[in-house]
């Protein structure tokens, strides 16, 4: 099937299919888990993103690279919703991002963070994964049951108990990992995980995010400008440059 | 005069109940304070304070309550202020803080405002409170923990990450809010018990000092409101055994806990 994969690149329009052939995908657009046509981002009179259109279909893994501030970052807040867009349209799930609907299941949507949380704080791994389950009205022995599934799907377990402030940073973005899958997402968003990693967690981490989106089918969107991240070859790869794609 | 006599007298037994009940609950909100980087609205809050004052005795209203209004006033503009512009809750505070400061001054010249008695908002006593003021901590007390201990969870994530706790559902904005008022209204109503300047020794110092030794959330909030309860009753009995003010005895039992807690964590750091 891998010869099968096919990507169409029109100006910065981008549609990204994968391993289906190209009649089976035009035949599945509505399972398209991100759509984004002609967003534009504006800050304080600066244009942070001009025009960006994608497709990214359910299942998917997709690299965002490029060089700071080149509106990575800002691409995935506008998916997340947490960035408000000056034009255009971003669908996430089937939901446009501000409506009501997506309000309602913006749970779906994991989003692991690039910065660390500020030293010295007591909190330890256990609560950093309950956040992933706080909004979701669930019963004391299901949140149980969900964090420490997530806990294990991930290999973090041994964990619970330690403070996060003492974690390394493969440890810590190991529990973010956990936290988003007691969410049961169907999405997750990645903003430079690997960036304080040694060779070894990144390696580490790059297989866990791939046998998460083998079994659970969880589509990925990672923004990284990490060379040896750039090198893994089961991603597809959209470089971004000056708000627009290359 | 022995202990058992003294509270017999219902303003000494007052202010040994609300001192109590301060120092078991208000160091939660000290937990705010400290993980929220609130420090500097604390002392917006205090300045914002002291021009309620002044104008309460301008107008002839009741100075404490046009205080605790003012705080309540200054906490909605720094946040509605801070969530328009993108800038941080510390420069907005500032801002605030510099401006209701001058302000104070400009309505105590203008309207002849006796400025010792404006002033006066910034010295509390435990022995000085009503029924109603103690009525109000008991409100106040019964509040927060209930904010904190029904919401936990939420409040949590608030704490750990504010990006990341409104991906995972949690409404942020709502909870920083109501967050932001627990603080207001907690500097307003210590204020009172034992004044602007000694109201971290209950506020802050516990959280601090729980800080260094708790290893969750969870405990962090727990260990902050056992420690608060020992200042406050401690110094209590202290001040009756050594003849000195209540607040002043609170005050050095909690920053000696401080030391003993620095040396604590210098000496788990060099362990690890």
Sequence with gaps: MENLRRRWTVGNQVELTFPVPPCIYFLTMAERCIHIEGLRVEREGAEILRGLSLSVACGERLIVAGPNGAGKTTLLKAILGMIRASAGRIQVLGSDVGSREWARGRRRVGYVNQESVQVDFPVSGREVVEIGTCSLGLHRAEKRRRIEEAMVAVGCEHLQNRMYARLSGGEKQKLSLARCLCQDPQLLLLDEPTSSLDPRSRSELMALLKGLNEKRGLTMVMVSHDAQVLSEPEWAIQHMEAGAFA | ?272
């Design chain 2, 1 to 272: 005069m022995d202990i058992l006599q003294a509270f017999s007298y219902s303003p000494i037994l007052r202010g040994f109940i609300a001192l109590v009940l301060a120092g078991c609950f208000f160091p939660l909100a000290g937990v705010f304070i400290l993980r929220l980087n609130l420090v500097t609205l604390r002392f917006t809050l205090m300045h914002a304070a002291l021009l309620g004052a002044a104008i309460g005795l301008a107008l002839h209203i009741d100075p404490l309550l046009a205080g605790l209004v003012l705080d309540l006033v200054a906490i909605a503009a720094v946040a509605r202020v801070a969530r328009e512009s993108g800038l941080s809750l510390g420069y907005v505070s500032t801002f605030f803080m510099v401006l209701t400061i001058g302000l104070a001054f400009a309505v105590i010249y203008k309207a002849g405002v006796p400025a010792k008695d404006a002033f006066g908002i910034l010295w509390g006593s435990i022995y000085s409170l009503s029924r109603i003021d103690l009525v109000l901590i008991a409100l106040y007390c019964a509040a927060i923990v209930l904010f904190v201990t029904l919401l936990f969870p939420r409040v949590s994530a608030v704490l750990f990450h504010r990006e990341i706790a409104w991906a995972s559902g949690v409404p942020e904005a709502a909870l920083t809010t109501v967050i932001l008022v627990f603080v207001g209204v907690s500097v307003a109503l210590l204020m009172q018990l034992i004044g602007a300047l000694l109201l971290d020794s209950i506020l802050l110092l516990p959280a601090i000092i729980a800080s260094f030794t708790a290893r969750s959330t969870r405990g962090f909030f727990i260990q902050a409101c056992i420690i608060g309860a020992f200042c406050s009753i401690s110094g209590f009995f202290t001040s009756f055994a050594l003849d000195v003010p209540a607040s002043s005895a609170v005050t050095v039992i909690a920053a000696c806990l401080l030391g003993a807690g620095l040396i604590y964590r210098r000496l788990s750091r060099r362990k690890a």
